[in-house]
């Protein structure tokens, strides 16, 4: 043992990331993020940096005269989870309107910060469609702060609207 | 050499498992881990003679007293400094920073001098500057870097001037692993009159330091990147500077007579330090400094320069595949921080992977953001060792990066 025991050729059981890493729309849309063309005339510009990480999320969205969401631009930089998270949610808000997206961005993210569940509520799973997949971040905590980055943006987005 | 297998069996966290895996730590750059020796001065404090210092003329107080002040003289030889009054206890390397921009800075800096720093400080070391800079009507100016990531001397020497009153240095960059040639850069400070501040946050770990060789005339570094306790961090000063300093903190401890209306300061060390100081923790960083020093810097920063090569070599399969290290690639100019960019990971997947192979690495920019950002990349991963690593340890994380690499190409 000692210096031995880390010799050898490494068998790596990666199971519990393949949870994370190897889910099928996660993995889609980090490789083909949705709606990643920059919007130039937005109504609504939303951004976020995580001075910590660095990783940066970018939002831009028209509404129409009802206030809803008529069309999402998203772009971002930083790891595979923010990615892929800003992708599933550009899709979601998309023909919301905006009192609906401030209800979405609190309830998912009190179901993101809730540590007694590593499931979403099970009735709203329904109503998110492909986001539910993003639960499977619960299992890695550290790592929750990469959807919420998205939804900081909204959020300060948002704000600005009167 | 030293031997690292028995090395490690002083310190109980290095037999845990991570996610079913062996621990392989590699994030000393941000903290290291404790040797029994540290813990158990710490049980034994607490267990059998807590108490206040300075003060009581109980038995503790004397015992406790006894053994805080002979940490201080045990710093004091550590960087061979010619007095222990010369050591003052902080929290950490960055409020030693901070009250040196305060105390010596606010009562020496005017407006139109210069300080200089280096293009890859610590935020620790740039940001209290900054803030005296603005304070002061003084300029900060910026010594740059070179393709390699080492310091650019003729800048350094183009930018030095009469006008330049403090140069603030870090010695072994946290982000990129470069060590710089402060003994020659103090040479130039005092050539025009210049202060020179030596941050030894990722020096003073790793390697001898004699503040009287180096004729720095401030040297601050932190205990728990040492193997000592968080909260304990030291500021050496040269005696003739801090004799005319004026305490940034007031209150107990630090007086000698009070009245209503005013008081006077304690002699030095104890003016600087008021109030209870952090007793537990400096006497267990006085315990760190004894088994560093039983181990001896010369063979701790001997077996690092070999672990590094072998590192340096070990990366060139990484860099192969496309993999891009940061810092200098010869072994003498850098000490075992391996900060690396991999373009089709994100650093946080990296890491994350990483860590359910049981390997801490660190993420980001390193509190170092306009090196980072100067490096064109987002965040960086950054492994960094210390004595206890071993060699298999290396071939662990280079394998694991390999895997890492592999696990999201092959993803689908």
Same mark, same amino acid.
């Given at each position: ?162 | ?32 881990? *404790? ?100 304070? *002061? ?37 946290? =982000? ?21 501040? @030596? ?63 005013? =008081? ?27 088994? @560093? ?52 990971? #994100?650093? #946080? ?18 509190? =170092? ?5 100067? @490096? ?37």
């Amino acid at each position: 043992m000692g210096l031995l025991k880390h010799c050898g050729i490494l068998k790596m059981d990666l199971k519990r990331v393949d949870d994370l890493y190897r889910d099928k729309v996660i993995l889609d849309h980090c490789r083909n993020p949705r709606n990643a063309d920059y919007l130039d005339n937005s109504d609504i510009h939303c951004d976020a940096i995580n001075l910590f990480c660095g990783d940066e999320v970018h939002i831009q969205i028209n509404v129409d005269d009802f206030r809803k969401i008529t069309n999402v631009g998203y772009q971002s930089e930083g790891c595979a989870i923010n990615q892929a998270a800003g992708s599933l949610i550009s899709e979601y808000i998309k023909d919301l309107d905006l009192s609906q997206v401030r209800n979405f961005i609190s309830e998912f993210s009190k179901m993101l910060e809730d540590k007694s569940a590593l499931d979403f509520d099970e009735e709203l799973m329904p109503k998110l469609g492909d986001l539910t997949v993003l639960h499977r971040v619960k299992e890695f905590p550290i790592r929750i702060k990469c959807v919420l980055l998205s939804m900081t943006a909204l959020e300060t987005g948002l704000d600005k609207v009167k | 050499m030293l031997n690292v297998e028995n090395i490690r069996k002083d310190f109980p966290i290095l037999a845990r498992e991570i996610h079913g895996k062996p621990l392989v730590y590699m994030d000393n750059a941000a903290t290291t881990q *404790k040797p029994i020796q540290v813990i158990d001065s710490l049980v034994d404090y607490y267990s059998n003679y807590n108490s206040n210092v300075h003060r009581g003329v109980h038995l503790l107080s004397m015992e406790a007293t006894e053994q805080f002040e002979l940490a201080r003289e045990k710093i004091a030889n550590f960087i061979n400094s010619k007095n222990p009054e010369s050591i003052i206890w902080t929290r950490n390397s960055s409020e030693s920073l901070n009250l040196v921009a305060y105390m010596w800075g606010r009562a020496n800096i005017k407006s139109g001098d210069e300080i200089l720093v280096t293009a890859m400080e610590h935020h620790s070391n740039l940001i209290p500057w900054q803030e005296l800079a603005k304070e *002061k009507g003084a300029f900060l100016k910026i010594i740059p870097i070179d393709k390699n990531g080492c310091l650019d001397l003729l800048a350094y020497r183009e930018l030095i001037t009469p006008k330049t009153k403090l140069v603030s240095v870090v010695h072994v960059s946290n =982000a990129i692993g470069t060590i710089n040639p402060v003994k020659e850069m103090i040479q130039i400070a005092h050539q025009v009159g210049a202060k020179f501040l @030596l941050d030894g946050a990722q020096s003073a770990p790793h390697m001898p330091i004699d503040v009287q060789e180096l004729d720095c005339d401030f040297l601050v570094f932190s205990g728990h990147k040492m193997m000592g306790p968080t909260g304990i961090g030291v500021l050496f000063v040269k005696k003739d500077i801090l004799d005319h300093l004026d305490p940034l903190y007031t209150g107990g401890e630090m007086v000698l007579e009070v009245t209503y209306e005013t =008081a006077t300061w304690a002699p030095i060390p104890m003016k600087f330090e008021a109030g209870t100081p952090n007793i537990a923790d400096a006497i267990a960083l006085g315990a760190a400094v004894d088994y @560093l020093s039983q181990i001896g810097m010369d063979e701790i920063h001997e077996y690092e320069k070999l672990i590094t090569a072998y590192t340096l070599d070990k990366f060139s399969v990484l860099e192969e595949k496309g993999i891009i290290l940061f810092g200098p690639h010869d072994p003498l100019l850098r000490g075992a921080i391996f900060s690396f960019y991999t373009p089709d990971v #994100h650093p #946080h997947d990296l890491g994350t992977i990483m860590d359910h192979m049981g390997i801490a690495l660190r993420t980001g920019h390193h509190c =170092a953001m306009p090196l980072v950002k100067s @490096l064109g990349v987002p965040a960086t991963a950054r492994a960094s060792l210390y004595v206890y690593n071993t060699f298999s340890e290396v071939d662990t994380f280079i394998d694991g990066t390999i895997e890492a690499l592999r696990y999201f190409k092959n993803g689908s």
